[in-house]
C-alpha cells in the first residue's frame, strides 16, 4: 500500500502518521516505512533546507525543486521500499504541491496539474486529508517552533488559501481520499475517522 497524507502546516500529520504506521502494520501484517517530503531522503536534508529558507526563490524554482526532491525520494526511497513489500506512508506529496505552489503561490493550476502529470509520479492507493481550519493550525505552529520556515511565516492568508484547495481536490477525487474535518476532534477520535476511512476505502471496496 502506498498511502499518503496531506494537510496544512499544523493539521497534525506527524502525530497521525505514527499512529496510522502502527495501525497499518498490524492490518496488514507488513512493515510500513514512514517518510516525508521535502527531504524525506538521505541526502534530502540539503535540498529541503534551501528551499524551506531560501528568500526570494520564484514560485516556479520551488514548484521545480519539490517535483525534483519528490523524484529523488521515489527513486530512492518509496521504489525500494514498495519492491520490499513494505506499506509506504508519505507525509505530503503531489496534493501538496497543487495546494501550496497552484493554490497557495498562485502558479496556474492547470499549469502546475500539467507539469505534475508529465513527472509521472506513483499515484497512491489513498490520500488522506487531515482538513483544519487555518487559525486553529496557526496556533498550533505557533507554540510549537521558535523560528518558523518561511511558508509558515506567510500566515493565515496562505494557509487559508492552500486549506481552500486542498478541499477542492478533494472533492474532485472523493474515491482517492479520506478526508477528516478535524476541528473540536481529539487526536483519537480523529485517528478513528483515518483509520475506518481506509478501512472502506481499501479493503471493503475490493
Ligand atoms: P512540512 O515539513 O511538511 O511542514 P509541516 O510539518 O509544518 O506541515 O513541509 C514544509 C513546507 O513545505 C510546508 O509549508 C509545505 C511546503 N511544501 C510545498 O509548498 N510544496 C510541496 O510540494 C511540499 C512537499 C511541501
Redesign the pocket.
Known sequence: MFITLE?????G??TQSEKIAEWLESRTGRRTVRT???GGWQGGGAI?GF??NTPGLSAMS?LLL?LA??SEHISRVILPALRQDCNVLC????E??LA??AG??ELNPSHVRRIIRACSFPEPDVKILLDISPETAIER?KSRKNSP?K??DEGIKLLRNVAAFYRLIAEEDPAGFVRVVCDGLTEDEVFTKITAGLEARLWRSR
Not at 494537510?7 to 493539521?11: L, R
Not at 507525509?91 to 503531489?94: L, M
Open positions: 494537510g496544512i502546516d499544523g493539521s500529520k506527524s516525508f517530503e521535502p529541503r528551499i524551506l520551488e519539490f526532491d519528490r507525509e505530503r506529496w503531489n501538496s504541491t501550496y505552489q497557495g503561490h505552529v520556515d511558508f509558515e
